[in-house]
Structures are given as structure tokens and as C-alpha cells.
């Protein structure tokens, strides 16, 4: 649906960015990349430099370029849109760089710092606790982190939808991230049933808790607990982890609730 740029069109882009002062794009996005400065890199021919300027702000780039409403925020915001009514394709050339990357077997971009001595526990092996783990990796500490869920990726491998988040991106996203080394992952541990706060604040120096917000609120009809009526992460959660995806059984007759992208 969203195809990748070819070099050519990704020099074409970047070279409509105005390399803006107080860049509007930087404040609306949420994660504060550097955007003027990727962008510039990728229209001088640096695309890796492109990539480390976007994973120094935000090591999940890769999946943000896929996933985030760029069109109301980063984009939004461009003010390409005011003269020409386009804004410059951020999300396009961030996919760009990361991917360009990513795609070679190259050692990880971030180095280690000295070993610090210090081991810190995340809960979550989603989009927060992987970040957190990078991060405090890269500051030289020793990392564990307890996952519910026999898969790291969080939100990433089993909420985003397919079409977002096609060739097993969200685990090639993980594999990249724990080349950083100095982070292990524990599977099926479950946060107050297989380990609980007060024991990994007594064994670890620190602990950061990511557990997400994978629950969606209840309508609150009558029914809503009948066999065959499913929320939407729970529905995107089947299908992402169904192969082939056409064995997913939807039903013949189907109400959907929500004219949301969902
Ligand atoms: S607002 Fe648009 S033109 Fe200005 S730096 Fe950001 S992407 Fe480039």
C-alpha cells in the first residue's frame, strides 16, 4: 500500500525541505528527532548519517516511519504545506534512512559505554521498555527484561496492523536494537503472577515498568462477552500471529463498531 522510496525519489523529497529555523516539524513530533538535519543528510548522499541522527532521538524510527500519524503531526505542521499545499514526506524519508540502514549487515550504530557495575530491570518487552532497555545499555548498565509474552515488540508485533508492519519488520526492529548487546530478554514472565516489583527492586539496581496500554475500554453493552464479539486489539492481535493470514476466521455476516482506521 505504502511503498518504499527509491534513492531517486528520496533525493527528490529531501530536496524540497527548507532546512527551517525553530523547525515546527521538530516540536510537533513526539519523540523531538531532528528532522531539518536527517532530512539534509539524506539530500547530501548520508543516509546512514540520516539514520543514526533519527535512532539517537528515537530507536524505534523504523517502526514510527511506518506507523505514526506523521499527517497530524511531523507533516502537519511543515510549512511546505502553506505555499504549495504539501508538506515534505517525512514519514517517507525517515522510512528511507532507517530501512537503508537497517538493511545491511552492519555493527550496531551506538556504542556501549564503560560498564557501569549497575543491572536494571524493565517489564515490557514493548516499544517503552525496549527503548529504555537501549538507552540504559548504551549508558554502560547490564539489562534484564521480563516479557508477558513469548515474543518481544509490544504494541509493535501484536497491535499495529499487517499491512503497516509487513516482513516481520517489528521482530527485525528487536534483533537490531539488542545488537547494542548488554540486554537480555526473559519470555512468559508475567508482571504479578511470575515476578512482582518488590522482588526485582530488591534484586536490581533500578526498575522501569512498561507494561503498555494493551486493553480498549468496553462499550458497556449487553453481550459484549459472547463468542465471536471481539475488540480491536484482540482481532489485530489474531491476525498478525495467523499464517496464512486468510485462515483467520472473520464470520459471514460481520457488524464492525468504530469508523476508525481500525
Ligand atoms: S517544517 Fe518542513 S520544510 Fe521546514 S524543516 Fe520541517 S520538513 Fe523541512
Keep these: 500500500l505504502h511503498p518504499a522510496y527509491s534513492t531517486l525519489q528520496a533525493m527528490a523529497e529531501s530536496n524540497r525541505c527548507l532546512y527551517c529555523y525553530d523547525a515546527p516539524c521538530v516540536t510537533a513530533c513526539p519523540t523531538s528527532i531532528d528532522i531539518p538535519s536527517f532530512i539534509r543528510k539524506i539530500s547530501t548522499g548520508n543516509p546512514d548519517g540520516a539514520a543514526k541522527t533519527i535512532l539517537s532521538a528515537n530507536i524505534m524510527g523504523g517502526t514510527c516511519a511506518r506507523a505514526c500519524p506523521t499527517e497530524v503531526l511531523c507533516e502537519e505542521a511543515c510549512v511546505r504545506n502553506v505555499a504549495e499545499d504539501t508538506a515534505v514526506e517525512i514519514g517517507s524519508l525517515q522510512r528511507y534512512a532507517v530501512d537503508h540502514l537497517m538493511a545491511r549487515d552492519l555493527p550496531h550504530p551506538f556504542k556501549r559505554a564503560p560498564k557501569t557495575g549497575k543491572t536494571i530491570a524493565v517489564v515490557g518487552a514493548g516499544p517503552a521498555g525496549l527503548s529504555c532497555a537501549h538507552r540504559a545499555a548504551m549508558l554502560g548498565h547490564d539489562v534484564v527484561v521480563f516479557e508477558a509474552k ?42 504479578g503472577k511470575d515476578i512482582n516489583v518488590a522482588d526485582l527492586k530488591a534484586k536490581y539496581d ?23 464479539v471481539d475488540d480491536a486489539i484482540n482481532f489485530i492481535e489474531k491476525l498478525r500471529q495467523t499464517e496464512p493470514k486468510s485462515d483467520m476466521p472473520v464470520g459471514n455476516n460481520v457488524i464492525v463498531i468504530g469508523g476508525g482506521n481500525t
Excluded at 533500578?206 to 496500554?213: H, I, R
Design 150 to 191: 513469548p515474543k518481544p515488540g509490544g504494541l509493535n508485533e501484536y497491535g499495529l496492523a499487517a499491512y503497516k508492519m509487513t516482513n516481520d519488520f517489528a521482530q527485525r526492529e528487536v534483533e537490531f536494537l539488542l545488537g547494542i548487546g548488554g540486554i537480555e530478554i526473559e519470555y512468559n514472565k508475567v508482571l
Design 206 to 228: 533500578a526498575v522501569f515498568v512498561g507494561v503498555g496500554l494493551g486493553s480498549t475500554n468496553d462499550l458497556g453493552l449487553k453481550g459484549e462477552d459472547f463468542p465471536g
